[in-house]
């Protein structure tokens, strides 16, 4: 059993009272680790470090010298690349080529990119027309904005923290990040990290805890932070703006989906049902690009859905070092029980169960973790509540269509819009549905294929604002304008 600390100034500190909370291992149910739960006063001590560091050691570097830092960091991050997997895998219960591929490489990759990003912007200057006919000459200079509150999820533990902490440290500030209450390992592991390469201390912290009247609140509350960057549900980000409300601090949300998938009968069928299959059940559902909503075009509707179901129902679950597993369970008990109330009400908002919709038989040993089936329905109407509400599990409705107006019109019929995939072999019909979907990606004949230095974001009710290589400037910077008369 793991202790886990928050990481305050450089040092990893217990809480002075003694308050700590349980982890427990998504796979066997049983208890993993125990997390010291940040109260106000560590918040506090933790912004009060960030500041410091921002006034001293780390805002006196310079950019190069800011840029090899973080080369290291990165550089450190790959030498205790298996500590970072087994703390991953532990806590999310996934399986470990999910963790080597995507989770870990992607979460080095984010201080190395976003480092580059920065040694190479560049930023605008405008020469301008005075009224005496000197001119004027105006250019822009960017400053760090500050102490960033990061607030992150458990989805995608490092990969999603890192996105932040990234951008936020190469543009020079410095952070307190909040990991969430069901992933506090690989967080706390990068404090070591930190350390080991010679980060000043302050620069990066981390406060473990909850949301209300926890380590999440208090830090979204403190009138010392600058700023902050979320990833989490709509639900909980509307919370998160009305505390950031006091002191009109800027703040950048990634939130949730219910993203469509959209395949035209003259798709590559194969690639097609490989995709949604990938969307729709890819870490156990619980991707916020994920795909919940798949529209057919009436001629594929039977074959399409066949093919899916034949799929899901090869799914192989089971622990993460199973080389055969394909998904891991769900991060925990309440979640399950969050989706299996969606399984349940999709039955009684009239749907057909094409597969799953329940619990599997697991072995004895694992019989105590949050296994799901996957599970697709079909036959629901539009204003079902399991077509417009985000249910974050290995789960998909797929309804028949007829022609893109229509599709479009189902399409945008939602409070979200954070990604859509679109399959079809006519790329005039992809370019042009691209801009008449009201998302801020989408993906043609492909799902989750992502370059980091382009811009990544939802509209609607899934997000404020956009990060990724330059675009991330934008929110951990602040221009300032100098006009220089001539
Ligand atoms: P969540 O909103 O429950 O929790 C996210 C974080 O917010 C956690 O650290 C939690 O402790 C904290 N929190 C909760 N209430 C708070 C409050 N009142 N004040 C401050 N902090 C608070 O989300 P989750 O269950 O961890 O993650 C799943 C959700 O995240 C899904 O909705 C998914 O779509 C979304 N998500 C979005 C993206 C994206 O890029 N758009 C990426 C991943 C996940």
Known sequence: MRTIQNFIDGAFTGDPDGKTFTKRSPVTGQVIAT??????????AAVS???RALKGDWGKLTTDQRVDLLHALADGITQR???????????????????????IPRGAANFKVFADTVKTAATEAFEMVTPDGAGALNYAIRRPKGVIG?????????????????????????????????????????GEVMNAVGIPKGVFNVVHGFGPDSAGAFLTQHPDVDAITFTGETLTGTAIMKAAAEGVRDVSFEMGGKNAGIVFADCDLDAAVDG??????????????????????RPIFEAFTNR?????????????????????PLISLDHREKVLSYYKL???????????????????????????????????????RVVREEIFGP?????????????????NDTDYGLSTSLWTRDLSRAHRLAGEIEVGITWVNSWFLRDLRTAFGGSKQSGIGREGGAHSLEFYTETRNVCVKL
Not at 35 to 44: L, Q, R, Y
Not at 163 to 181: D, F, H, R
């Open 276 to 297: 949604i299959f990938r969307s729709a059940f890819l870490n156990t559902g619980q991707v916020c690009l994920g795909t919940e909503r798949v529209y057919v075009e």
């Open 35 to 44: 997390v010291t739960e940040a109260g106000a006063a560590e918040v506090d």
């Open 81 to 103: 690349f298996e500590d970072f997997v087994e703390a991953e895998m532990a806590d999310t219960g996934q399986p470990r080529h999910v963790m080597t591929h995507a989770f």
């Open 150 to 190: 990061v607030i992150a999820p458990w989805n995608a533990p490092f990969l999603l923290m890192t996105w932040k902490v990234g951008p936020a440290l190469a543009c020079g500030n410095t952070v307190v990040v909040k990991p969430s209450e069901e992933t506090p390992q690989t967080t706390t592991l990068l």
């Open 346 to 384: 999709a039955v009684e908002e009239g749907a057909t169960v094409v597969t799953g919709g329940g619990v599997p038989d697991m072995p004895e040993d694992l019989a105590g973790g949050n296994w799901i089936q996957p599970t697709i329905w079909t036959g629901l109407p539009d204003h079902a």
């Open 308 to 328: 899916l179901k034949t799929k899901a129902e090869s799914v192989s679950l089971g622990r993460p070092d199973d080389p055969k597993a394909d998904y891991g």
């Open 49 to 51: 470090a960030a500041r």
């Open 395 to 411: 789960c998909c409705h797929i309804r028949p269509f007829d022609g893109e107006e229509e599709v479009v019109a189902l399409a």
